[in-house]
T-cell receptor, first 110, second 111 residues
């Protein structure tokens, strides 16, 4: 299917566990992004990537790791999950200008 | 500290009337401004944008106004329709890839 997909859509994990959220886009957009959405904060940029092997920090990068070995994939890893990382995570891609968002992953850290 | 603020968390409007959503930003380096719309359980979708050299941009029922001196952005929806019920996010940044988003305004259009 064309577009941008995220997996899993829902995830429950425990404090201290490593979790990886996947993001895949079929458009070959150069830019990709990870955001988290929390009540009262809107969307906050975690990391973004301008191209394969080029990544940069956003507003709230602590506790997260990203990689981009292929243009179409941009996984987000929580190396040791904490309760404060309970959130809805959105991946997006962009050729520039407009950003296209995935459906989101709801992550709960117990 | 939030650089983009939407001070009204919710707005209720009657069908056919105008919806006005407001947004303020603090960073004078911001040159790129957008509005996104979000339905429950879906990702945000792009609605309309405006560049810093303009003060108004229209797309059908949606118009965005920019007042750079006041660091203020607004979105007008005329006429409002039931399908417009959603959360609206204002976003701004120095470029189109490093955006700061507001907390969102939930719009409810009443029949």
């Amino acid at each position: 299917d064309a577009g941008i997909t995220q997996s899993p859509r829902y995830k429950i994990t425990e404090t201290g566990r490593q979790v990886t959220l996947m993001c895949h886009q079929t458009w070959s957009h150069s830019y990709m992004f990870w955001y988290r959405q929390d009540l009262g904060h809107g969307l906050r940029l975690i990391y973004y990537s301008a191209a394969a092997d080029i990544t940069d920090k956003g507003e709230v990068p602590d506790g997260y790791v990203v990689s981009r070995s292929k243009t179409e994939n941009f996984p987000l890893t929580l190396e040791s999950a904490t309760r404060s990382q309970t959130s809805v995570y959105f991946c997006a891609s962009s050729p520039r200008d407009e950003q296209f968002f995935g459906p989101g992953t709801r992550l709960t850290v117990l | 500290d939030q650089q983009v603020k939407q001070n009204s968390p919710s707005l209720s409007v009657q069908e056919g009337r105008i919806s006005i959503l407001n947004c303020d930003y603090t960073n004078s380096m911001f040159d790129y401004f957008l509005w996104y719309k979000k339905y429950p359980a879906e990702g945000p979708t792009f609605l309309i944008s405006i560049s810093s050299i303009k003060d108004k941009n229209e797309d059908g029922r949606f118009t965005v106004f920019l007042n750079k001196s006041a660091k203020h952005l607004s979105l007008h929806i005329v006429p409002s329709q039931p399908g417009d019920s959603a959360v609206y996010f204002c976003a701004a940044g120095p470029n189109d890839y490093k955006l700061s988003f507001g907390a969102g305004t939930t719009v409810t259009v009443r029949a």
